[in-house]
Every structure is written in structure tokens, then in C-alpha cells.
């Protein structure tokens, strides 16, 4: 054991005892303490060396320390580690922790031994930085010292401290090179504490690794691939580890096979519609060049067309040595895809894009996708001009008359355990309740083509012949027209054209065919010829039935022909039609060509997709002109209506005032003469002293009789007939705003703006001006009671003079003269007043009103412009949305397009099949 070793475990001592091991080790000591002293120049220091690990290893650690305070020389700082150690080990920690870093040396082993006794005191004493600071500049000045790097990773990890523990990883593997290291970077990065690191980091570890050992590189850049993909550093992760990889020597026979996965998993990843080109065109290339340099065979196929499609959009974003390279493994090498299962994968993609984005359901195309996709039914489709007899002869073949009128819409008829009507739309599929609902159906004219109809019951012909009929509406009119009617064309493996044999193959016929053609060049076309019971004989029939086969077969030299009547005896033609179904039914390459077929539908799809982003832009534009519009003409009508608002609340309310001021002229002019007409009462014999309380009385008295018996019935009078002025005032508003309702509707298009307005407003006032004038109670108005000063003189003087005899004349007459002769100004404002207070509460509430019998037509102009501002503010956020991004919807749709590409690359182009656009 060398002395390093036995100074770090305390085993200096051995030296001395190794010749008494059956002696006790303090005797031994004690002994050679004495032998040294009896010296001429004792030199204890090694001895009191010793005897303080004895005493250390036997816990007398203050007879310990007592030695080692007195070491000088070479132990020296040996001695004040061990007392420090002592310190540590009795519990004062913080007498250890100043001893520790009181020692300065350059031996490297008693700094590190030092430093890890540090650490466990930092760790005891919970200074977690200073036990972090301590070990990592122990691992830089000493990492091969035994254990070092293992209790940092174990206290690293204990401590959940996984950025020291990733550090101290990567940089003892790329130091060591030591597989253990990169598996424990590994385990790491499956635990997912890796992912908020720069995957920089790691790049240059596994660069090294590469050169180590191949497999493990695999196994840490998988693990690492994994761990980054939801992360918002993936794309740097693809950047780096594309360039890493890009750097290295590698080849197919490497057999990466995980990394040959992760490649076919980001790219489709990359491509499914949800990123934009900007952000992948400087990363896919160097992607789809690293995955052809290392791709496995069942992907090799697959990889080449994804590098020719990729640079088909974008040329020249490839090196043409990987281009060639791709084009000379598509055309050598077997494809191991499943091509089904990826093309209706991205079928599937598309639609569910189309979806999130408010393309629509898309729901005829789903529909339609599911139906080739069933490889184990023949699709027929019948078609013809209108009146070939087309329905006649699929009621005859299905064995009932499932069809009493032409068709209307597409309907596929099959074979099923029951019976089931489903009818399909764009945007939902509907089970339809019986018979009855598919007869109505088929009536149907208007909008009848968004409908395809899906007919199952019990058919033993389909069923013996494996066949699904597909029957098209009679064709007829223009080639838009028929355009809507063939447009499931490609739906079809074989199409039947049912020709009326009194005028087979026309010119119209021969028009159709051709634009059959164009739109499915690889469908085979054959003839019926229906209604040959209606030729005169038997060899006229033939002379036809030659003829016509003759014209089609020079025109299409492949097609067949067959004669038929559903008046024939029905078993043998079925018999003869069977043979004939069987003989134009091509069930070659059946599953390439409905593979071809969903192609088709794919490449049409993403076309009326980007055409539905241009319709969509241009109804935007059009729906905030429209909108604009709108509001210009609502904002028309609303200021007209205001101005009939206020026209008809000037002449109401005037009409009204001018009823009430004619009343009121008529009081003011009546009353004086009432209480003037008075003065009669007095006499010469009447009471002087008490005479103005009685005629008072009776003044008020005739007032009010007055009031009651003239002005009343008069002042209802006039207000019925104001009511009744007032009503046609408002009918002539309302048929005015009906009017301008009318003109905004056609706007509309739709019953939108109903300006009906409040009339019973009208039985308001009716109940109110009833309620008014039904009953009056003049309150008692003090006439002769005031205090003016005639008043005054006049009673006074009546009760002075009342009982001298020849004085009363005098005052009879005074009094009488000044009854008949007072104007009752005063009291008539009175009586005016108090007769009008009820219907001041009235005058003042008709504005309220007439704004009450506008206000629906005011609430329902204001909404309707509201709702058009809105509509334009949102739809304007929307356009300057789509023309600030145009990428958002291109974008996804040209990736679409990648993909649709190398489909065509790995299936039709390698099989020989026609792609069809």
C-alpha cells in the first residue's frame, strides 16, 4: 500500500506494528515512542502521527486531535485534515468546515480528499451550492480520482439536479468515451429532462458516439428525436441533427432502422397540412436527403418519391445527385407500402384539414371514397339520354318496379340483408324513413343533383353478379348540364350508355362520349340497346342492332353492344344479360385502378379546395359590399323614420293642442257670463251680510253643470275624432315604412325588416281620453270669498249697513252691479286650470307615445345595422387575415399536393396505370 493510501485511510500506523501484529497497537506506539525519546535528536512527529489514528479509529478523538495538533513537516497538513476529520466526526461541523478550507497545498490527492470531506459537510449542513460548487471544481482539477464522478451523479440525481447531472454526463462521455457515460445521457433524456436544453448541446456527444459505436448513436439520437418532437425546439433539433448527419459517412446498409422510421414519421409529420413552406423549404430537403442515405429497404420506395415529388414543386431544392439516385431506386427497387391504407391516410388528412378550416364536410366525397374502397363489388354505371328508357331497364333487372318516374339524382343500388334508404349530401348523410320518402325523392326536381341516394335490399341479380348499379338522371341540355350529372363518372369500373334503338348513336350521343372521356379516359364504355320491341320485325331489328354496333365499334373498337326490350320474355334476357355483364366486366388490376380512382379523387379535391379559397375571398369582398350597402340604405330608412317620427308627433300633438286651446277660448268665454248671469240671485229683500256665501255656491255649482253637460261631451267628441285624425296619421306612416320594408327585403332577398308598429297606442288613448272625460269634479273655487278690495268693501258694508233699513237699497244695488259687472279673470283661470289638469298629464305623455308606436321599426332598423357593421368588420378581419397570410390555405393545400405526388410516384407511375387528372 502505498503512503497516499494509507494516509487517506488512516492507516500509517500499519508501518510500525506489521513485525507485532499480536501486540496491541497503542503498546506498540507507546514503545517506539519511549525507544525514539531515548535519542540524541528524538523525532516524534510520525509516531504522534500514528498514535492519533489509533486513537481516531477508537473514537478518542480529542486525544486524537491533542497528537495532531503537534505534526510539523510533511504531515503536517496531513494532520490538520485528519483534525479536521475529527472535528467533523464529534459534530462541529463548523470547526471542521473553517479547518478544511484553511488548508492550501498542492498535492492534488489530500486537495481532492479535502474536498470531498467539503462535500459531505456542505451536504450534512444543507449548503446545497456550496456542495454543487465544491464537487464540480474537484471533477475539473481531479476527474479521474476514484469515485468522483460517480458521487456527484448519484448526489446529482438524489438531489434531482438534472442540469449538473446532464452536464457531468455528456462531458465524462466525451472525455471517457465511455458507453456508460452515453447510456446514463441516455437514460436521461428518456426520463424527458433533457427537453429544455439546446439541442446543441448534445450534438458533439453524439457526433463522437458515431465513431464509437454505431448502435448506441442510434439508441441516444432516437432517444433524443422522441423527446424534442412536441417541444418548441424541435425544428432546431431538426436543423442540427440534419446537418450532423449530413456529416457523417453513412449509408443503407448501416441498417438505421429507427432512424429510418423518425425520418418517415417527421416528413408526413411535416407535410400534413399544419406548417408552412417558408418554414420547411430549408429544412425537408436536407431531411429527404439524410433519409435516402439511410433508409431502410421497405422505405426506400417510399423516400425516393418523396424526394421526386418534393422536387417536382420546388426544383433545384435537391442536389441532382440525390435526385438521380432517387430516380434510379423508384425504378429498381420493389415498393413494400401498404398504398390503400397511405393514399386513404391522406384522403383522410385532406378532409379533416377542410374540416378545421370551414371547408365543409365534404361528405359526397367521403362517401364516395368508401365505396371504392370496396374492392368486392363491380360499380356499373347506367347512363343515357333522357327517354331511353334507362329507369324501365333497372326496374327490370332488379326484379321490381323500385322507380315509377325518371331519376333525379345519382342512386346506387346494392345488395343487403334489408331493406335501407340512405340519401347523401354534401354535408350529412340521412337515413331515409321508407319507400314512400325515396319516391318523394326522386320527384324531387329542384336542387335534386346535391343528392346521391343509396338504395340496399335483397337483389339477387346484384348479388349473383357481385354488382352495385350506379344510375344516373337522363342526360340532356347544354355540357354544363351534363357535367353535373357524369361528375361521379369516375366512380364507375364500367359504364352501360342505354340507347333508345328508334334513334340509336346520334351525333348528342357521340357529344356525351366525348366528354365522357375527358373525364375518364380509362373507364370502359358499352351499349344497351333498349326498346327493341318497338321495332316494326325481326329483321329490321337486326338491320338496327348491326347498324348501331357498327358505329360505336368504329368509334370505339372495344365497346360491345347489346339489344334488349323489357317486354322480351324477362328470364331468358336476364340470362343472355348476365353473359354479357360478365363478358364487359374488367377485373384486371381492379385494385390499381380504384387506387387511380381515389388519386383522382384526392387531386379534385384539393382543387375545388383552392378554388373554394378564391370563392371564398371573392364572397368576402362581395358580403362587405353588399354589407356596406346595406347599412348605407338602412341608415336611409332609419333617418326617414325618424323624420315620420317626427312629422307625425308635430301634427298629432298640434292637432291635439289645437282641440284643447279651442276648448279653453270657449270656458274662458262661458264662465264670466255664468257667474255675471248671478247677479239675478240677488234681490232686495236677500241677506246683505250672508248673500256672497249663497251665490258663491251657486256659482260653482253652475260652473260645473257647465262643464259637465257642455264642454265634456263636446271636448270627447272632439278627441274621438283627433284619435281617429291620428290613426289614419299612423296608417299612413305604417304603409310608408311597409313600403320601405318592401324595398330593403328585396335587398334581402327574405322577409329580414318587419316595420310593424305599435297601434295599440291608439287603444291607450281611447281608454284614457274615455277615462277623462267620463266624469268631472270641479273643486269648490272661491269666487265672492276672495279678498279683493270690492269683495272686501262690499261684505264689510253688507254686514254694517245689512240691518238700516235705508241703507240696504244703497247696497243691493252696489252689490248686484258689481256681480253683473266683474270680468272673472281670475276664477276663470281658475276653472281652465283645474278642467285641464288631467289632461296636461295627457299632452305631456304623447310624444312618449308616438315614439312607443315607432319603436320596433326603430329597434329593428338599428339591429339590422348593427348586424351589417359586424358582419363587415368581421369579414374585413378575415380577408386582411387570408391576404396578410395567403399561406395559411395554400400552403397546407401544395403539401398536400407533395404528397399526393409521390403517391402517383410509388403506384400508378410504377405500375403502369394511367393517372388521371
Known amino acids: 500500500m502505498t503512503l497516499e493510501s494509507q494516509l487517506i485511510k488512516k492507516s500509517y500506523y500499519q508501518m510500525y506494528i506489521n513485525e507485532h501484529e499480536n501486540v496491541q497497537p497503542i503498546r506498540v506506539l507507546g514503545n517506539a515512542y519511549q525507544e525514539e525519546l531515548q535519542k540524541d535528536l528524538p523525532d516524534l512527529t510520525s509516531i504522534r502521527f500514528a498514535q492519533g489514528e489509533i486513537y481516531f479509529h477508537n473514537r478518542d478523538f480529542e ?22 476529520d475529527a472535528y467533523y466526526e464529534t459534530g462541529l461541523l463548523s ?11 498542492n498535492n492534488l490527492t489530500l486537495k481532492t480528499e479535502v474536498a470531498l470531506q467539503l462535500f459531505s459537510l456542505y451536504i450534512d449542513r444543507g449548503k446545497r451550492e456550496e456542495a454543487v460548487d465544491i464537487i464540480k471544481r474537484t471533477i475539473d482539477s481531479n476527474p479521474d480520482y476514484p469515485n468522483v464522478t460517480a458521487i456527484a451523479s448519484a448526489y446529482f440525481e438524489d438531489q434531482q439536479d438534472w442540469d449538473n447531472a446532464i452536464e457531468l454526463a455528456v462531458n465524462e462521455a466525451r472525455r471517457t468515451g465511455s458507453l456508460e457515460w452515453f447510456e446514463t445521457v441516455n437514460s436521461y433524456v428518456k426520463k424527458g429532462v433533457t427537453k429544455s436544453l439546446n439541442p446543441n448541446y448534445f450534438i458533439q456527444a453524439i457526433f463522437e458516439l458515431y465513431s464509437l459505436d454505431q448502435k448506441k448513436f442510434e439508441e441516444l439520437t432516437t432517444s433524443l428525436w422522441n423527446s424534442y418532437k412536441n417541444e418548441e425546439s424541435y425544428f432546431t433539433w431538426l436543423k442540427e441533427v440534419n446537418h450532423l448527419l449530413l456529416n457523417l459517412d453513412i449509408s443503407r446498409n448501416s441498417n438505421f432502422q429507427y432512424l429510418s422510421d423518425l425520418h418517415y414519421q417527421t416528413y408526413f409529420g411535416l407535410i400534413n397540412g399544419d406548417y408552412f413552406i417558408k418554414t420547411l423549404e430549408d429544412l425537408v430537403p436536407d431531411l429527404l436527403t439524410n433519409w435516402l442515405r439511410l433508409a431502410v429497404p421497405k422505405h426506400t420506395v417510399l423516400v ?51 374540416q378545421t378550416h370551414d371547408m365543409g364536410e365534404n361528405n359526397h366525397l367521403k362517401w364516395m371514397v368508401q365505396q371504392l374502397n370496396n374492392f368486392d363489388t363491380h360499380h356499373l354505371l347506367i347512363t343515357g339520354m333522357s ?82 348499379l350506379i344510375e344516373t338522371p337522363g342526360l340532356k341540355g347544354s355540357h354544363q348540364d351534363r357535367y353535373e350529372v357524369l361528375q361521379y363518372v369516375q366512380m364507375a369500373d364500367t359504364l352501360l350508355f342505354v340507347l333508345d334503338a328508334n334513334a340509336p348513336f346520334a351525333e348528342t350521343e357521340k357529344s356525351i362520349l366525348s366528354q365522357i372521356h375527358e373525364l375518364a379516359p380509362d373507364i370502359p364504355v358499352h351499349f344497351l340497346l333498349n326498346k327493341m320491341d318497338t321495332i316494326v320485325n325481326e329483321q329490321e331489328a337486326i338491320r338496327i342492332f348491326d347498324e348501331t354496333r357498327s358505329k360505336i365499334q368504329s368509334y370505339l373498337p372495344e365497346a360491345e353492344v347489346f339489344a334488349y326490350s323489357s317486354q322480351y320474355e324477362r328470364g331468358q334476357q336476364l340470362v343472355e344479360l348476365k353473359d354479357f355483364i360478365q363478358s364487359i366486366k374488367d377485373t384486371r388490376n381492379i385494385a390499381d385502378k380504384r387506387l387511380a380512382k381515389l388519386l383522382f379523387f384526392i387531386r379534385t379535391t384539393i382543387s375545388k379546395l383552392l378554388q373554394k379559397r378564391i370563392d371564398v375571398e371573392n364572397q368576402l369582398i362581395e358580403s362587405v359590399r353588399w354589407n356596406e350597402e346595406v347599412v348605407m340604405k338602412l341608415n336611409g330608412a332609419l333617418n326617414q323614420l325618424k323624420d315620420a317620427e317626427s312629422q307625425k308627433t308635430k ?13 279653453q277660448n270657449e270656458i274662458s268665454i262661458a264662465v264670466p257670463k255664468i257667474l255675471q248671469e248671478c247677479s239675478e240671485l240677488i234681490k232686495e229683500d236677500s241677506n246683505i251680510s250672508t248673500i256672497h256665501l249663497e251665490i258663491n255656491d251657486v256659482m260653482n255649482n253652475r260652473i260645473q253643470d257647465y262643464l259637465e253637460r257642455e264642454v265634456m261631451p263636446k271636448y270627447y267628441s272632439s278627441l274621438q275624432e283627433w284619435i281617429s285624425s291620428a290613426k289614419e296619421e299612423f ?29 295599440k297606442v291608439l287603444d291607450d288613448w281611447h281608454r284614457d281620453t274615455d277615462r277623462m272625460t267620463s266624469r268631472f269634479q270641479l273643486e269648490k273655487v272661491n269666487i265672492l270669498l276672495r279678498n279683493t278690495p270690492s269683495q272686501f268693501l262690499l261684505k264689510s258694508a253688507g254686514k254694517l249697513f245689512g240691518a238700516i233699513s235705508q241703507n240696504k237699497a244703497m247696497v ?96 400508378i407511375a410504377g405500375k403502369g396505370v394511367q393517372t388521371i387528372y
Not at 63 to 84: V, Y
Not at 735 to 744: H, I, P
Open 304 to 354: 425516393s418519391a418523396a424526394v421526386l415529388s418534393w422536387n417536382e414543386l420546388f426544383p433545384t431544392s435537391i442536389s441532382m445527385s440525390i435526385v438521380s439516385e432517387a430516380e434510379n431506386l423508384i425504378s429498381e427497387t420493389e415498393s413494400h407500402i401498404d398504398e390503400l391504407e397511405e393514399c386513404l391516410h391522406l384522403f383522410d388528412a385532406i378532409i379533416s384539414w377542410a
Open 387 to 468: 327517354g331511353s328508357g334507362k329507369s324501365t331497364f333497372v326496374n327490370s333487372i332488379l326484379g321490381e318496379e323500385i322507380q315509377d318516374s325518371p331519376t333525379s339524382s345519382l342512386v346506387m343500388f346494392k345488395d343487403y340483408d334489408d331493406l335501407n334508404i340512405y340519401e347523401i349530401t354534401d354535408q350529412e348523410t340521412v337515413r331515409l324513413a321508407d319507400f314512400t320518402q325515396f319516391q318523394e325523392r326522386m320527384d324531387r326536381r329542384r336542387n335534386a343533383l346535391e343528392s346521391i341516394i343509396e338504395f340496399q335490399q335483397p337483389f339477387p341479380f346484384l348479388y349473383e353478379q357481385k354488382l352495385a
Open 731 to 759: 296608417e299612413q306612416g305604417q304603409e310608408f315604412l311597409n313600403e320601405m320594408a318592401e324595398g330593403l327585403n328585396s335587398l334581402y332577398g327574405e322577409e329580414r325588416i318587419k316595420t310593424e308598429c305599435d297601434f
Open 651 to 663: 301634427a298629432i300633438t298640434r292637432s291635439y293642442r289645437a282641440i284643447k286651446e279651442t276648448i
Open 95 to 105: 470547526n471542521a468546515e473553517d479547518l478544511y478550507l484553511s488548508i492550501d497545498t
Open 812 to 907: 243691493y244695488k252696489k252689490y248686484k252691479a258689481f256681480v253683473k259687472n266683474d270680468s272673472y279673470s281670475e276664477p276663470t283661470e281658475i276653472v281652465i286650470e283645474r278642467f285641464f289638469q288631467q289632461f296636461e298629464l295627457f299632452e305631456k305623455s304623447l310624444e312618449r307615445d308616438i315614439t312607443m308606436f315607432f319603436r320596433q321599426p326603430l329597434k329593428i332598423l338599428n339591429e339590422a345595422i348593427e348586424e351589417s357593421l359586424t358582419q363587415i368588420t368581421t369579414n374585413q378581419d378575415i380577408l386582411k387575415k387570408m391576404n396578410t397570410n395567403p399561406e395559411m390555405f395554400r400552403d397546407p393545400l401544395t403539401l398536400f399536393e407533395v404528397r399526393l405526388r409521390q403517391f402517383e410516384w410509388t403506384t
Open 63 to 84: 486525544a486524537a486531535i491533542f497528537k495532531w495538533e503537534n505534526i510539523a513537516g510533511e504531515l503536517e497538513l496531513w494532520a490538520r485534515k485528519n483534525i479536521a
